[in-house]
């Protein structure tokens, strides 16, 4: 079974107190109650900055634009006990974007602190690599869950 191409972006904006990342609760589907980046699954024919802009204009309101996009890098999630969960995630910052996050079906947006993310209330792989986008750097992670499908078996970098 393929891995689904899937794409998140995360939004940044600078705040006296420091900078503020989106992020939303998830309202339906896949990691419903959880706090999770803006993004989702890339359709036919679409690249993965295409589908990005598209779901967080879906899931938010907000229109982005490709040249506003920042690559931050990949994150490949395995799930060894649900393999039809696995899904390869290119990863994106937007630092200008037009609109203000409204809530729709899907996602509950919310803007939180860069240093102080609601880890609690997100997948547990989100510690492992977010941070480091957040800053401005890319990632190539492998993380593997666990068979409860919510812990961490492991996260291994394959950048150098």
Known sequence: MTAANVTLCFLLR???DGPEVLLGMKRTGF???????IGGHVEPGESDSEAVIR???EETGVSVHVEDLADAGVVHFVFPARPEWDMKTRLYT???WKGEPA???EILPEW???DTLPVERMWQD???WLPVVLEGGRVNVVVTMDAD???VASSESLLP
């Open 31 to 37: 990691g419903k109650g959880k706090i999770v980046g």
């Open 103 to 105: 809530p729709s079906d």
């Open 126 to 128: 989100a510690d492992h």
């Open 149 to 151: 499908n919510e812990s």
């Open 112 to 114: 939180f602190p860069v």
């Open 55 to 57: 779901e967080v204009f």
């Open 14 to 16: 600078d705040r006296p």
């Open 94 to 96: 937007a630092r200008t």
